[in-house]
């Protein structure tokens, strides 16, 4: 299963922008998807989850700011940043995590995009 990520880019600080992940490959189904992000120098960390039924998960640092959101039917997920900060300067990547036809059989799965930039500065 592969994840194509889109919609980094440089932002204003206060700034917004939505980044899609969509995944691809034998799924059938797709358990959590998720969107992390390693800024320089530290360690890659949870942004935001949601599950297929929509629950979600926020990082304290984002809660308020940033929304996520799926569509089940295109194995797409988005994440919604607003308010945008200097200290949201990270590489953003996805997270995918379900079950995969095989040739025979079914397997599940973990997938990584390929990290998107995001840049917030004046």
């Known amino acids: 299963v592969q994840l194509q990520a889109c919609g980094g880019g440089l932002v204003q600080p206060g700034g917004s922008l939505r980044l899609s992940c969509a995944a691809s490959g034998s799924i059938l189904s797709i358990s959590t998807m998720g969107w992390y992000r390693q800024a320089p120098g530290k360690q890659r960390e949870v942004v935001a989850s949601i599950g297929r039924g929509g629950n979600t998960n926020f990082a304290d640092a984002v809660k308020g700011r940033f929304t996520i959101s799926r569509d089940n039917a295109k194995n797409t997920v988005y994440l919604q940043m607003n308010s945008l900060k200097p200290e949201d300067t990270a590489v953003y990547y996805c997270?995918?995590?379900?079950?995969?036809?095989?040739?025979?059989?079914?397997?599940?799965?973990?997938?990584w995009g390929q990290g998107t930039q995001l840049t917030v500065s004046s």
């Open positions: 997270n995918a995590g379900g079950t995969m036809f095989t040739d025979w059989d079914t397997s599940s799965f973990e997938s």
